[in-house]
């Protein structure tokens, strides 16, 4: 038998009807960086959270050092020397570094006299793993790639031999992650095994000693890095030959209709977010905004949204100049809007399918006559929806929680579209829905273009941007950094764009 | 000029705030702990009238105060399993959860207590605990009535708040408490188990809110009658706020509210016609709201997943 | 209409009311081991107690007189909580209720018996709402969690009441903590002589229907449900969450300041300082029986003036203490929330 640190053989876990892992297999060797690759909903994050112990399989064993092991809760795994960076952090923002580090980790009643000598024992080993963490430090007061580096020292502290991380580089920019990477390697050499999840394809060439795809649920292969390239871990990771290459027809865009000039927006905290941002979107055009998350895409999204208050010079939609308050009601003045999170922002869960779609319209003919529901009319017309979107779902007043993500994301983009915007704007349409759904809430969204939209396309995923935009504009900080065509000869320098380099300071 | 009068107003007023407090301060500590691990209590009228019936019943038919200190704590820790179930275990909405309680507390005191002590025609009063002077201190002028001349569960406050806030800042417990008030996820990911942590915030909460109620019948009235509570549960909702969610917070807030409970009752005895007592009466709660106000600008915030069930 | 339709609708209904049904018997179960506790013969006790609402006609009519405010401020309240919000302050928009319509009933006496009554219930609504708005202008501005504010609000009420009762509103003798009485043109109307069943009722009925229709039939009623639900989608679909919130602040403590007004106009004819007996908090228990549904609040309300009603009597005819009340409705809060959770589960779809 091969020696390996962590087998899983045929895991399965089903969340009510969803069945996340079907049979899942999975060998990870000591000391190499194993990734797990494959498309969001693929089951990476489920398999490593059944690995953590947050998550039980139905059936199936894990063997852990050569030992048939049961996790049955994060505690069994930290015991077990397995540490997981999550996506979203796992920190309580108001206690300090050293206090999360030790949090859970004693019994309850243990006085935590020796603080000093565990705020020491903190330092050295950030010192040593050269991670320049200040163990003294509320978390709420760090960044984003901080607060990283205090959730690796974490595992690092419990002396953990495993190290899974969920797509860490999600929340960095191109040049974090490149330090994040090679800061994996060494603690490889070290001899501390990585299994890391990502969907992005040059992580894996560029970190990874094996890889192992995922695909609805099951693994599809395990191969060496080595022997592999981009292309093929492309066409496993999503089943076909090509990457979605969307027809997207030659067009002429035409005049201006949105244009804003010098946007300044604060965030929640009250510091800056989007800073003296102009831009113009023209008729029958999609202006792709690319970025890593959190430099000022949402800030922005919810400032042209009316959501959150914002200074500028001028917005001008459709030839009219708006003031602040014309923003609140947009969507009267022809904008649409899908927002970046369907289930928060998007849709009103316990509410029917039919009552989410007339969520903006319900106020007017011929839903609503002198202020009473025109239920007759509101079904009919959702019924005409759900055929036309092809949604699946049984009666237009099932509760709209009952369906698929892809399926909801479908109800959010019928019922904007429907309204023929002049003007539209939409935030990571595609993020966490299935591939089938992908392509058709895309193909839409070109459509509504060639039928002469002015289209502002907010997304974090590049992919997208390319396969959707007319012109790209990278943010950065909250900043415009420049504009490039949808080439991908030129992805190198929308990278360092995102990184808040250009050419010329390169 | 004579300013005796003055000065021994001022320290009446001053010996009886920190007695005024003291129920509340006792429900308000504990509240602080079930509010830092997520839960919000407003059920802690009820809890109080249940402590303070358990206790008075217990140490009338005994004759042993301490034995009615133990019997609050323990309709305190029955309480407080019942109010977990169904907030943590259930995950029932904690303010409809508290409604039912109040009511159930007045409801359930009122008919023990009509039944066993009202109608009984028994003398009904305790002898209650009785304050003792500090020797020394006690001597100071002026000092020594206002701070040592309490009785056993007032001076015991000076205990319970450095206790709790070291509990609640340098333990483990202390740490995992707030960990699952502010961010539950995290606290489960580092295998906190977030219901039983809920669990102890919310007995912790209701055992010292029926020691506060206790307090009112053992150490204060010499007897129970009818919502002797009256709103002082409230009240610690509003101190935990007004404390900031801090033990000591929670004592100054006590004290000052003892302040208005103290003068209220002064000048109503009085009958002075200077102020109405009824602004005295209303102003805590005037005082409470407008600190609420302040609160958004502030760095203190209330714990994240306050009211939030988990999962 | 079709079948299919009809049926699914009566399931639908089913299953909304079953948990009421349920939780009340256990209630009393639990009750009446209290009861047995206390030493009394839980049988004789609740035989009494139905004894004393439903006996005779004026009985079942006090069962009425006794459901009125309940009704009010429990529908009031299912508005609010339909919209998410938790006025816990029905008990002090009651009070400002039956303040400003004991002010209108006294300082503008001399109006005429059609002008003045509507003027009153108005002013009871408008004091109320007030009373109500001020907590949601409080969420909206500053953030302030209503639960406190609305707890607060009710003691300074209370205490101003008391103020009016004790200082500058006290009766010309001066012998009780009490207000003179109103003028006789603005004391309601009552219908069934010699019984003193009033049209409050039948107003508190229309109220009920008309709230019924508001929120699930009507466009406004649309936006204070989706608000409750999810204020941030609410908000992206261009709903203004705060007027809302305002709104439905509004309507729940109009709707109790007008319990408060109809008290004063058709009960007691004067204000005094304990003129609720804690309709407010009883009102939370009525409206979430029926799972806020406003149509729900006429038959919860009547189930609790039922329950108040007999107790009166229970407790003369079998001396069992009426505090009874306020423990049986404890127990049916708790029970709906049992059952309830079986109910609401809702899946979160794991992607």
Known sequence: MKDCIVRMENIVKSFGSVRASRGVNLEVCPGEIHCLLGENGAGKTVLMSILYGLYQPDSGDIYYKNKKITIGSPKDAINLRIGMVHQHFMLVPTLTVAENIVLGQYPAWKVLSDMPAIQEKIYQLSKEFDLNVHPEALVQDLSVGEQQRVEILKALYHGADLLVLDEPTAVLTPQESEHLLSFLRELADKGLTI????????????????????????????????????????????????????????????????????????????????????????????????????????????????????????????????????????????????????????????????????????????FSKKGFLQFRTIKDYSNMLVKKFSIRVGDVDEAIANLSGGNQQKVVVARELDRRPKFLLVNQPTRGIDIGATEFVRQQILAERDAGSAILLISTDLEEIFALSDRILVMYEGRIMGEVPPDHNRVEEIGLMMAGKTEATA | MDLLPGILFLQSILAATWRMATPILYAAVGEVFTERSGVLNIGLEGVMLIGAFAGYSVAFESGNLVLGLLAAILSGILSGLIFALFTVTIKANQIVVGAAFNMIGAGITGVLYRVFYAESGKVLSLKTFQPFQIPFLGDIPFLGEVLFNQNIMVYATLLVVPLASFILYKTAFGLSIQAVGEHPKAADTV???????????????????????????????????????????????????????????????????????????RIQA??????????????????TIIFLIGLTKRRVQSPKALGVPYK | MDWANLRTRLTKMLRSVWSPFAAIPIALLLGALVLLAAGYNPITAYEAMWQGAFKDRTAFTEVLIKATPLMFIGVGLAVAFK????????????????????????????????????????????????????????????????????????????????????????????????????????????????????IGFIIAVLVAVLLYILIFKTSIGYTIRAVGI?????????????????????????????AG???????????????????????????????????????????????????????????????????????????????????????????
């Open chain 1, 195 to 366: 299994l890391f999840i990502t969907h992005k394809l040059e992580e894996v060439m560029q970190v990874s000693d094996r890889v192992t795809i995922l695909r609805d649920g099951k693994a599809i292969a395990t191969v060496n890095t080595s022997e592999t390239n981009p292309r093929e871990l492309a066409r496993m990771m999503v089943g076909r030959d090509v990457l979605m290459e969307l027809m997207k027809k030659e067009g002429e865009s035409g005049e201006v209709i949105f244009s804003v000039r010098n946007l300044n927006v604060k965030d929640e905290k009250g510091l800056p977010a989007v800073k003296n941002l102009s831009l113009e979107v023209r008729e029958r055009e999609v202006v792709g905004i690319a970025g890593v998350s959190g430099n000022g895409q949402t800030e922005l999204a919810l400032a042209l949204a009316g959501l959150v208050e914002s200074q500028f010079d001028e917005i001008i939609l459709n030839k009219h100049s708006l003031t602040q308050k014309d923003l609140s009601r947009l969507n009267h003045l022809g904008m649409a809007h899908i927002p970046e999170d369907r289930q928060k922002m998007g849709l009103i869960l316990p509410f029917s399918v039919s009552e989410n779609f007339i969520a903006e319209t319900y106020r007017n003919e011929p």
């Open chain 2, 191 to 265: 295998g906190i188990n977030v219901p039983r942590m809920r669990y102890f915030g919310i007995l912790i909460g209701t055992t010292m809110a029926s020691i506060g109620g206790a307090f009112l019948v053992l150490a204060y009235a010499d007897q129970f009658v009818e919502g002797i509570v009256t709103g002082r549960g409230f009240i610690a909702l509003a101190v935990v706020v007004f404390g900031s969610w801090s033990p000591w917070g929670a004592m100054g807030a006590s004290l000052l509210f003892g302040v208005f409970y103290a003068l209220q009752l």
């Open chain 2, 270 to 287: 009085m009958g002075s016609v200077l102020i109405p007592y009824q602004f005295l009466q209303a102003l805590p709660y005037v005082v």
């Open chain 3, 83 to 198: 919209c998410s919000i938790w006025n816990i302050g029905a008990e002090g928009q009651f009070y400002a209720g039956a303040v400003m319509a004991t002010v209108t009933g006294i300082y503008l006496g001399d109006l005429p018996r059609l002008i003045l009554i509507p003027l009153v219930l108005i002013m009871g609504t408008a004091g109320g709402a007030l009373w109500g708005m001020l907590a949601a202008y409080l969420k909206n501005r500053f953030g302030a969690s209503e639960v406190v504010t609305t707890i607060m609000l009710n003691y300074v009420a209370i205490y101003i009441t008391g103020y009016l009762v004790t200082g500058p509103m006290i009766e010309t003798k001066g012998l009780f903590p009490q207000t003179p009485k109103i003028s006789e043109a603005a004391w309601l109307p009552r219908f069934l002589p010699p019984t003193r069943l009033h």
């Open chain 3, 230 to 258: 999810n204020p941030i989608a609410a908000r992206y679909a261009g709903i203004n969450v705060k007027r809302n919130i305002l709104l439905a602040m509004g309507i729940s403590g109009g709707a109790a300041g007008l």
């Open chain 3, 261 to 351: 007004a109809v008290e004063v106009s058709a009960i007691s004819y004067r204000l005094y300082q304990l003129i609720s007996p804690g309709f407010g908090f009883d009102g939370i228990a009525v409206a979430l029986l029926v799972n806020n549904n406003p149509l729900g609040v006429i038959f919860s309300s009547f189930l609790f003036g039922a329950l108040r009603s007999g107790a009166e009597v229970m407790m003369m005819t079998a001396k069992v203490p009426s505090v009874l009340v306020s423990l049986i409705q404890g127990f049916v809060i708790l029970s709906v929330v049992a059952f309830g959770v079986y109910r609401v589960t809702t899946v979160e779809k794991e992607e």
